[in-house]
């Protein structure tokens, strides 16, 4: 079985090793995929990007979440995820895409969000194949670009259309590979994936699979990319204010971050984040990002309820500050 080290190829272009960063909605934009490959991902995904917003302009799409840094172009491909019912205009938002950079596109059709499914997007086109294998053709043809797709096996449990599709997707749309979350649409992130058909699927299909879902901790990824024969593993939620577990599953450490270390990388993604989306909006954005970091280091809720209450982000940097001069202390 390859190691977690190891490259392998998607759609002609070469990955250096099989941990790549999943597609996190409304998180996964420029700095946090860069943070990513800073700990050593091979690949990483942006958030979920409307192919209708790419279509009709919508400014914060074009500039904000189609925006590539310089920096994420070492240590392996960059995809763009899309999602979108319509062929016609996946097929010109792909373009878009292709045009800002992308090395890849991956096309989400497991998402089960109802705001997303009730546009026929997402986890809706697992009911419909005929349509989903349009969407995937058309990304692929007015990109030039590999495809892959998002899958889970059905919306809910009993229901397998999504391993029906994928089938399909490799078969008609040409797609270079797929990622599959083995939960069930109407699980969400919840109860345990059903590694067993993941693995089915895997020894089945001809192209590359990435397996995602429940990859929280080192063991839990180790043990699920042993026992499905993934092609890589993806980490989503499990990665959040924790980037060492990349380093970690790659074997470029051992041990955990220290709570100097936190501090310092919090610092750092606060910087970024004003980089990216300027400071008003950086002070809001980041209140998400802080109790992924103050947990890390056991929870401080004070700090935590003050970063929630901090209306800049100077007041936010100060509390920070106050957190690094205890542990120099």
């Known amino acids: 079985m390859a190691s977690l080290t190891d490259s392998w190829t998607l759609g002609g272009l070469t990955v250096p090793n099989r941990v790549v960063l999943a597609p996190l909605a409304g998180i996964g934009s420029w700095f946090v995929r860069l943070q990513a490959k800073r700990y050593g ?4 995904v942006s958030e979920m990007v409307s192919s209708h917003a790419i279509h009709y ?8 979440m189609l925006r590539i840094h310089p920096d994420e172009r070492d240590g392996g491909p960059i995809s763009i995820q899309l999602f979108g019912p319509d062929p016609k205009i996946m097929r010109g938002a792909a373009a878009v895409v292709a045009e800002a950079g992308a090395d890849l596109i991956d096309l989400n059709m497991g998402c089960p969000v109802p705001k997303v499914c009730k546009t026929g997007a997402g986890a809706a086109l697992l009911a419909d194949p005929d349509r989903a294998v349009a969407v995937a053709r058309a990304a692929r043809e007015g990109s030039g670009l590999p495809v892959t797709v998002k899958l889970r096996p059905g919306r809910t449990p009993e229901d397998r259309a999504g391993v029906e599709l994928a089938y399909r997707l490799v078969d008609e749309a040409g797609v270079a590979g797929l990622a599959f979350h083995p939960r069930h649409a ?8 059903d590694y067993d058909l993941a693995a089915q699927l895997i020894a089945d299909l001809p192209v590359p699979v990435i397996l995602s879902g429940g990859l929280r901790s080192l063991d839990n990824a180790r043990d699920a990319y042993e026992r499905t024969g993934a092609t890589a593993i993806m980490l989503a939620r499990g990665s959040l204010g924790n980037p060492w577990l990349f380093a970690q599953l790659l074997g470029l450490r051992d041990d955990e971050p220290t709570r100097e270390e936190i501090l310092a990388e919090l610092q750092w993604t606060m910087d970024r984040a004003e980089e990216h989306f300027g400071s008003e909006k950086a002070a809001r954005n980041l209140r998400k990002f802080y109790p992924w970091y103050l947990e890390r280091m056991g929870g401080d809720k004070a700090a935590a309820d003050a970063l929630q209450r901090a209306s800049t982000l100077d007041d936010a940097r100060r509390i920070v500050d106050g957190l690094s001069t205890l542990v120099a202390a």
Not at 41 to 44: E, S, Y
Not at 186 to 193: D, E, L, N, T
Request: proline share 5%; glycine share 16%.
């Open 186 to 193: 109407a699980q969400h992130h919840k109860g345990g994936p």
């Open 57 to 64: 302009r919508n400014e914060r799409t074009l500039t904000e």
């Open 41 to 44: 991902a091979g690949m990483v």
